[in-house]
């Protein structure tokens, strides 16, 4: 029997994130985000026997390639990071020293055709990131009315042509030929879309817009940054890496709100709720890294820390 292919995946702002997040050898750390472990072992590298890393993710290919890690520091759960807080305080896991998120969708899940994730293949259109539960894209296709297509497309995807798409792809499913695989979807795309960005395949605001909604990323992103907020320590990191402008969109605004004093406007003689965040910075990669890797061209990388008021 052959081996499963080793799909690589290459860390965007490796050193950065971990010189950011690791504040103290002996603190408990989350990844959020697996993957296929690079920031994971990196996180390990700098922590000395007493801290832990307790990882997560949503694909089962990424956590069945943690089995190679074997340190008794390390431990990942399969689940989404949206669930991090319910998952560690039932572990009896309080506080966590620091949280890592590095969203978006990883090489191997791009480069493995069976995964549906990228109209470079022609390949069923899946793009779950857990291939165990939940609606393909596909499925959403067949069932989803106009409007919930053009408003997918047009809200996640940011694409102007999103009335246009979503019209053919309905009378294509209404003719009996509904959208079923990877290339059927990029070429309708590329028939409904008129324009062209220069260097960007007419797809990608689809494709990206779909694999937004079938993983319902967006709402997962407002959970986990909430759920690190309650787990972190006083002086805890939360660090984030995303790679379009919905989720920094997202990442910027929580650590704006959280980074100031805040009035409830309901009862204005009440005293303000403290700042739970100090805002530190944004970092994106740089020449070099966007060079050996194009995928990280688009990555901004933010980071906040945990005031000492806990309110």
Not at 172 to 196: D, F, H, Q, W, Y
Not at 289 to 298: D, K, L, T
Request: aromatic share 4%; no cysteine.
């Amino acid at each position: 029997m052959n081996a499963a292919p080793a799909w690589q995946h290459r860390s965007v702002l490796l050193a950065e994130a971990v010189q950011a997040l690791v504040t103290r050898d002996d603190g408990i750390y989350v990844d959020g985000t697996f993957g296929r472990g690079g920031h994971a072992r990196a996180v390990l590298q700098r922590l000395g026997p007493r801290g832990r890393l307790l990882a997560f993710d949503k694909d089962p290919e990424a956590v069945a390639a943690a089995a190679d890690i074997i340190d008794a520091r390390f431990s990942i759960h399969h689940g989404s990071f949206g669930e991090m807080a319910e998952t560690l305080t039932g572990q009896g896991v309080a506080q966590v020293a620091g949280v890592l998120l590095d969203l978006g969708i990883s090489s191997p899940q791009i480069d493995n055709p069976e995964r549906g994730f990228s109209f470079r293949f022609d390949a069923p259109l899946d793009m779950r990131m857990d291939t165990t539960r939940g609606e393909t894209a596909a499925e959403f296709l067949q069932r989803a009315d106009q409007r919930q297509i053009e408003e997918v497309i047009r809200e996640q995807g940011e694409e102007r042509f999103a009335f246009q798409i979503a019209k053919a792809l309905v009378a294509r499913r209404e003719s009996g030929a509904a959208v079923r695989s990877t290339g059927e979807l990029a070429a309708l795309v590329a028939r409904a879309v008129k324009t062209r960005e220069p260097g960007q395949d007419p797809a990608t605001r689809t494709f990206q817009a779909l694999r937004i909604h079938v993983n319902a990323e967006l709402e997962a992103l407002h959970q986990g940054l909430s759920a690190a907020l309650a787990l972190l320590e006083p002086a805890g990191r939360l660090v984030v890496i995303s790679f379009h402008s919905l989720e920094d969109r997202i990442v910027k605004t929580f650590i704006a709100r959280e980074s100031r004093d805040e009035v409830d406007r309901r009862a204005k003689m009440a005293p303000p709720r403290a700042m739970r965040l100090h805002a530190l910075g944004r970092v994106k990669p740089g020449a070099e890294e966007v060079a050996a890797n194009p995928r990280a061209r688009s990555a901004v990388m933010r980071v906040a820390e945990r005031t000492a008021v806990v309110s």
